[in-house]
């Protein structure tokens, strides 16, 4: 029974053994050796994707100190419907997320923009209720 158990054990050892010789180094190390090695591609590089952000941005054809049927773009007498399209546009247009990272000048400029039309429809909405 001893030496069944000792037989067994030198087994399990060798089997051991055997395994980890044949073993390749881990995955990690594998994939960190082959970024090394392959350079990043397939998009721009980071200096162009610096010269698209840093490029003005055009935010004319809105006057944010007109009347606000002309900040939204619709005529003055426009009914509920029209001004909520026109706003929900005009947003989709100047919203500071959609025109540029925070912080930026095409981001302020967005917001004071994104300020006009919301109150250009408060004003036209309210003037629809009374």
């Known amino acids: 029974m001893l030496f069944q158990g000792i037989a067994l054990g030198v087994m ?9 010789s044949t073993r390749k180094e881990s995955s990690f190390k594998i994939r960190e050796a082959e970024l090394k090695k392959k350079p990043v591609s397939g998009g721009p590089s ?13 935010l004319g054809g809105i006057q944010i100190n007109a009347p606000a049927h002309q900040i939204l773009g619709i005529q003055a007498q426009a009914s509920e419907s029209e001004i909520q399209r026109a706003y929900r546009e005009k947003m989709k247009q ?31 909405m309210k003037q629809r209720r009374t």
């Open 46 to 58: 980071l200096a162009d994707a610096k010269i698209k952000i840093n490029r003005p941005l055009q």
């Open 94 to 124: 100047y919203h500071p997320d959609v025109v540029g990272r925070p912080g930026s000048r095409e981001w302020q400029d967005a917001q004071k923009i994104a300020e006009a039309i919301i109150r250009a429809k408060d004003e036209m």
């Open 12 to 20: 399990i050892l060798w089997f051991i053994r055997s395994m980890r």
